[in-house]
């Protein structure tokens, strides 16, 4: 076991941009295809609110944030 990880576990180095190994990403165009997009908000509040209200939206579903930030190739079934 080296450093904290089994022997049997290689670690890849990832490119400095890879927004496609980002779960992160994949909640940002979700949010701005269904909550923050085909709208204009009329001062910088506005969008503030909007931006809060589309993440209550997401906390108060966890069952489609999940869905979202999961990639199936990148689940390990031990």
Do not use: H, Q
């Not at 290689?10 to 709208?39: G, H, I, Q």
Request: hydrophobic share 45%.
């Amino acid at each position: 076991m080296r450093a904290g990880r089994p022997d049997n576990v290689t670690l890849l180095p990832l490119p400095p941009y890879a927004p496609e190994l980002n779960p992160m990403e994949n909640v940002w165009d979700y949010l701005r295809a269904n909550k923050l997009s085909l709208l204009v908000r009329d001062s910088y509040e506005a969008v503030v609110i909007a931006c809060k209200n589309a993440r209550n939206f997401l906390i108060d579903d966890l069952t489609r944030l999940t869905s979202i930030g999961t990639r199936t190739w990148a689940w390990v079934n031990v």
